[in-house]
């Protein structure tokens, strides 16, 4: 598969990527169907959760995010977005295991937001100096700015996917930025 079109299933939304079909069949516990939505979903949530938990933990976490999706399916009932449903799942299960552990700083960001014309190690030195400051975030100030700058998800959407108000997603994004911007600059940034 080429890259580009790679690039283009994994940013497709998990709801158009998930039909009816699917989801009640993972409702009636049928394993093809649930071998299907692990094969459509998998890749989304990994890297989901390798930005919020890091890259040691996430393919566990991936792992356990599925096994509390499948128990847990016959609770949705189509009133709102699979996606949101399922975002809501992972991210809660992202943050309970970030409070259990405290161990926010192996984030880690498959993008690198630098200039490609900088040498090699000054990227290197600017993800590293971006991760830190990130790992410094609380994780619901971090769960809302990952869905947002990484994800993509508009503020209506973050709001449906945590049960929050769309103001607060604002603040909390608000809050985000000026604490990167502060943690980036006590880490020696010059912007």
């Not at 566990?60 to 599925?66: G, N, S, V």
């Amino acid at each position: 598969m080429s890259s580009k079109r790679a690039t283009k299933r994994q940013n497709a939304s998990l709801q158009a990527l998930v039909d009816a079909e699917t989801i009640e069949g993972c409702q009636a516990r049928e394993s093809h169907a649930q071998e299907r939505l692990y094969g459509l979903c998998h890749a989304r949530i990994y890297h989901l959760m390798v930005r919020m938990v890091g890259l040691q933990d996430a393919a566990d976490l991936t792992q356990q995010i599925f096994l509390q999706a499948f128990r847990k399916i016959d609770q949705y009932a189509g009133q709102s977005k699979f996606e949101t449903w399922f975002y809501r799942l992972a991210i809660n299960e992202a943050l309970q295991y970030l409070r259990k552990t405290r161990r926010r700083s192996h984030l880690s960001l498959t993008q690198e937001p630098m200039c490609q014309n900088q040498p090699e190690q000054n990227r290197r030195d600017m993800k590293e100096l971006l991760e830190e400051a990130l790992s410094r975030l609380e994780p619901e100030v971090l769960s809302v700015f990952i869905l947002h700058e990484v994800e993509k998800l508009t503020y209506r959407e973050i709001a449906e996917v945590k049960k929050i108000a769309e103001g607060t997603v604002g603040s909390r994004m608000n809050r985000a930025r000026r604490e990167l911007k502060q943690h980036l600059t006590d880490l020696g940034w010059e912007p």
